[in-house]
């Protein structure tokens, strides 16, 4: 599949996420990079000088989801009031074979 074809697919997703409540110092990010980088996603995860953790997910829909899904809930010691979630196009330098390659550059999930 070419990359356009593959950024395009409906099973592709890309979200751009806010999470506030009780989330630095609670090891969410590094929960964060943990369950992405084991769901296949590539994407990075920050701290944001207001207190709010951003991150930036991309890859198969059903993983970015579900990824949705545990942001709601966080690492244990977490208390997430809020999670904004923007969907986004698919960024093609992201998306593509490359992605399918287990030791790609590109399949990987940074904290920052």
Known sequence: MSMANWSNSPDWARVHLYISGKVQGVF???????VASGW????WVRNLADGR?????EGDRPQVEALIV??????????VKKVEVHWEPPDPDWSGEELSRENSPLRAFRIL
């Open 70 to 79: 545990w942001c709601r809930e966080g690492p244990p010691d977490a208390q």
């Open 40 to 43: 296949g996603l590539s994407g």
């Open 28 to 34: 969410y990010r590094a929960s964060a990079q943990r």
């Open 53 to 57: 953790v951003e991150l930036v997910a």
